[in-house]
């Protein structure tokens, strides 16, 4: 038997037409990078649960509605543990966006999203969640800096519509 080490997370981003929530990662995992807000699922919640908690605790937004954009599995070289990471958006949503303990939130116009100062793979997915394009992906990290290997497709189609496959 193969032991697969599977840690559940969620990423949640909060649209309003033109603009995404973006919030700066104070520490942890991903500190320094602008990202989505999330985290792990914990015991007796259900995923998205945890995602409405994880945003309403990261920035004080409580989200009406979650649409389930994307699903990307995280591999790191030489670490047995796979990130499954549950990627949401939210449009109907309450409260205005506060900086708590682990983000400082920020409003980005889509034009002018910062993929050098987020993960590496963001600027590869980005194009299908702006787009409304629901999507699956894969990506094999050397460190925190580094895609060795990628794919993305987007859901639904077959293996032939493979957006992506690549080696770097
Ligand atoms: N955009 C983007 N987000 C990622 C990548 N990898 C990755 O884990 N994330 C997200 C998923 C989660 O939302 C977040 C990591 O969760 P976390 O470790 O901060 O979880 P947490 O808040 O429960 O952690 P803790 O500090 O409370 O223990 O980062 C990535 O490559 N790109």
Redesign the pocket.
Known sequence: MSLSLKKI???VFVREPGKILLGMKKR???CGRW??F???VEKGETILQGAKR?LLEECGVSAKHLESVGLIN?EFENEPEI?E?HVFQASKYTGEPIETE?MRPQWYKESEIPFHL??P??ELWFPYLLSGKQFEAF?LFRGMDVVLEYWIKEKGLNLNSFSDINKR
Do not use: I
Request: glycine share 24%; aromatic share 20%; net charge negative.
């Open positions: 997370l969620t990423l942890g995992f991903g990202n989505g999330g985290g792990k994880e995280f990130l990471v682990e987020m993960w793979d963001d990506f």
